[in-house]
């Protein structure tokens, strides 16, 4: 691969094994689009959303499969505040320093409490961003439990 991502340099410092999927060229724009293009079951591909709490101002991550959408609710619910809302487009970058279609849980400028759709339990290895868009790493759940701490929880839409 012509291209490490910081999400990559920060796996192998840790020493964590991955796998590397790319699919730059290929126009995938939607998590779906991006499963479809890895030829990867769309449960398995999971897209990394920012949140945000007005009442407490704190910010959380939440990763979801790719054709899920995240149950507002349920995923305030697992982080114990009343309500979030989803993070703006444009605060994106400046917050995590990623861009919208490339935000990585791994590497990002701060660590927030991040919750994983419990799904991903069911799975060996789980695929999500590599930080920039075009790439994706794969590795399982307790290899991303060594690098960010991360629950899992019910927070999709039924």
């Known amino acids: 691969?012509?291209?490490?991502?910081?999400?990559?340099?920060?796996?192998?410092?840790?020493?964590?094994?991955?796998?590397?999927?790319?699919?730059?060229?290929?126009?995938?724009?939607?998590?779906a689009e991006v499963a479809q293009a890895l030829g990867q079951d769309p449960a398995h591909v999971f897209k990394t959303l920012v949140t945000f709490s007005p009442r407490s101002k704190k910010y959380y991550v939440f990763m979801v499969p790719v054709a899920e959408e995240l149950d507002l609710k349920k995923a305030a619910k697992a982080v114990g505040e009343k309500s979030i809302e989803m993070l703006k487009s444009k605060e994106l970058l400046p917050l995590t320093g990623y861009v919208h279609g490339g935000c990585s849980p791994i590497g990002m400028k701060k660590q927030f409490v991040t919750t994983i759709n419990k799904t991903a339990e069911n799975y060996d290895t789980i695929i999500f961003s590599g930080g920039k868009i075009g790439y994706q790493v794969e590795l399982s759940l307790t290899d991303l439990k060594k690098v960010i701490r991360i629950s899992a929880a019910d927070i999709i839409v039924e």
């Open 1 to 31: 691969m012509e291209q490490k991502t910081n999400v990559m340099r920060i796996l192998e410092q840790k020493k964590i094994k991955y796998t590397e999927h790319t699919y730059a060229g290929t126009g995938a724009v939607s998590g």
